[in-house]
């Protein structure tokens, strides 16, 4: 068993930012690439950041310059810094990993989303 717990979402003002962490637990033999997506209603799921275990990133082009993906890897833990949030950044945040649980088993694991909310 495999969770990806996120945290840190809320209400912020334009302009403001907020730091989301999502810390992955349980039968982990290796953590690849861990991300985070989005998904505003009535909208589909977009890829926002993604890091690999090197450290290597990618952005979507609505956030580069803005948020800052990292990761921990003592701590099984990705983040994802944003700044000068946009009424358009407002979404429910979903952090997602490929994870290994042994020699041959991988596959991607979703979070249960946390809620970023942009409002004056």
């Known amino acids: 068993q495999v969770q990806l717990v996120e945290s840190g979402g809320g209400l912020v003002q334009p302009g403001g930012s907020l730091r989301l962490s999502c810390a992955a637990s349980g039968s982990i033999f290796s953590i690849y690439a861990m991300g985070w997506y989005r998904q505003a209603p009535g909208k589909q799921r977009d890829l926002v950041a993604a890091?690999?275990?090197?450290?290597?990133?990618n952005y979507a082009d609505s956030v580069k310059g803005r948020f800052t993906i990292s990761r921990d890897n003592a701590k099984n833990t990705v983040y994802l810094q944003m700044n000068s949030l946009k009424l358009e950044d407002a979404a429910v945040y979903y952090c997602n990993a490929d994870i290994s649980t042994d020699l041959y088993y991988r596959t991607h694991y979703w979070g249960q989303g946390t809620q970023v909310t942009v409002s004056s």
């Open positions: 890091i690999t275990n090197g450290g290597d990133t």
